[in-house]
């Protein structure tokens, strides 16, 4: 895995993944040019993943599928939201159907109520990282239940396995918190969604899937 990660560090200071990126100005745009059909189905398409995380999760699968083996999924997650709103978004790259759901930031990462707006690859930071991440084979039962684990293949997220980064399920991460706290809970760092949805979650990614976190840059 390290060789994998020193491969994409690579990657990234070539500037190559994105030699042939997708510059669309929407989300329905971003996914005809991806998936090179003429006619989307109303509520297909990927319109629901706001147009910039896709288009950059989508530029990176399309570059580097010779690593990715779930090729039926992806998962994007975009900080740009606030934790109140379903910015977990699973896409079917087959159909372009999205499934969307509430997922947590890390304690350390809130810099105001439900929004991560600092973040951070060192140990012990509490902080949500952002990047590219591969996900695991095969679930597992940890503290917080059914998880998955994540391998970071960006420079801001190469400790995520050493940082026991994964995909968890959370009583925090539900709508009832939301609605009692004005936001969700906060992780160590995870990616953390309802205990109702964790399993179907993982069910879709693992497998060597890819999942995006997100956040747009300052302009």
Known sequence: MKQLIVLFLAIFVSGSYASE??????SREVWLSFNGTNYCKP????????YRALREALNFYRDNQDVIDNTSYVGIIDFTMQSTLKRFFILN??????????VTHGKKSETELGFAGQFSNTINSEMSSLGFYLTDNNSYVGKHGVSLRLDGLSETNSNARARN????GADYATQWFADQKGRLGLSQGCPA??????????KKLKGRGLLYIHK???I
């Open 193 to 202: 969604v309802a205990p109702n949805k964790i399993e179907g979650v993982i």
């Open 165 to 168: 980064i994964v995909l968890h």
């Open 216 to 218: 747009n840059k300052t």
């Open 21 to 26: 990126s997708l510059n669309p100005k929407n």
């Open 93 to 102: 790259l087959k159909t372009g159907a999205v499934e969307s759901m509430l």
């Open 43 to 50: 509520g297909f398409c990927a319109e629901a993943v706001p």
